[in-house]
Nanobody, 115 residues
Framework: QVQLVESGGGLVQAGGSLRLSCAAS????????MGWYRQAPGKQRELVAR???????NYADSVEGRFTISRDNGKNTVYLQMNSLKPEDTAVYYC?????????WGQGTQVTVSS
């Protein structure tokens, strides 16, 4: 049983930074990929960043160069460092972990960027 809990969201002014954390609880598995998605009101859920078991990373064009995804296997935690935040980054951010054919989701954390 895997449970994901996000933290680190909040309110920040444009140009500021936030660091999101996603901690996995329960039995530990070897994860194939970990990522962050976000969904703003009236918009589709979109992939923000992803990191694979081989440490390959992918980013949405809109966050490339501003966000960095990383992981700490010892703590079973994935992070999203968000710098130079823009109002359009405002959304609920969801942690996602893939292991084989299984996908796990967190409950989401709100990120609000004011102009």
């Amino acid at each position: 049983q895997v449970q994901l809990v996000e933290s680190g969201g909040g309110l920040v002014q444009a140009g500021g930074s936030l660091r999101l954390s996603c901690a996995a609880s329960g039995n530990i598995f070897s994860f194939n990929a970990m990522g962050w998605y976000r969904q703003a009101p009236g918009k589709q859920r979109e992939l923000v960043a992803r990191i694979t078991s081989t440490d390959s990373t992918n980013y949405a064009d809109s966050v490339e160069g501003r966000f960095t995804i990383s992981r700490d296997n010892g703590k079973n935690t994935v992070y999203l460092q968000m710098n130079s935040l823009k109002p359009e980054d405002t959304a609920v951010y969801y942690c996602n972990v893939v292991r084989g054919l299984y996908s796990y989701w967190g409950q989401g954390t709100q990120v609000t960027v004011s102009s």
